[in-house]
């Protein structure tokens, strides 16, 4: 993954000149998927791959009444179908960041237990990366969280 975010990583380390001010602020918004968030994702992928026609019971989306057909289909081929879904830990994630000298900012979900990630008066606001522990407590707790959905990490 280092190697594909490195075209990003030169463009947030421009030089000013040819039309790059000095003042320019340069923002990285990266979204990746967790790899205990997943857990439960994968999970109801390998069950589906057992029992093709199940998604009905095993997805709460799924489960909802009113959704066409098309909305169906289209919910399970984007959660279930893909061929290969990039997971990483947050560890791995800041380590890229460290290794390429880009600053991290913040973590939706937070990277610790007692902030919700979305603190502060900006996105962009730098929050607390926590201790490796806090880091394990809320990969843990994105285990059972609901909708475990692709999360953003912010960098600039």
Request: a positive charge.
């Amino acid at each position: 993954m280092q190697r594909r975010i490195a075209p990003y990583v030169r463009s947030l380390r421009q030089t000013p000149g040819a039309g790059v001010s000095t003042q320019t602020r340069r923002d990285l918004v990266l979204g990746l998927y967790n790899r205990y968030g997943r857990l439960v994702t994968d999970l109801r992928r390998h069950l589906l791959r057992l029992m093709p026609g199940s998604a009905g019971w095993i997805d709460h989306i799924l489960r909802r009444s009113g959704l066409s057909a098309d909305k169906r289909r289209a919910w399970c081929a984007d959660q279930y179908l893909h061929p290969y879904e990039s997971k990483y830990t947050f560890g791995e994630v800041l380590r890229w960041f460290k290794q390429t000298g880009i600053k991290f900012v913040r973590g939706i979900p937070a990277l610790r237990p007692d902030d919700d990630g979305l603190a502060g008066e900006s996105l962009f606001e730098p929050q607390p990366q926590g201790m490796a522990l806090d880091r394990l407590s809320v990969q843990a707790c994105e285990i059972v969280a609901p909708g475990q959905a692709a999360r953003v990490n912010f960098l600039s």
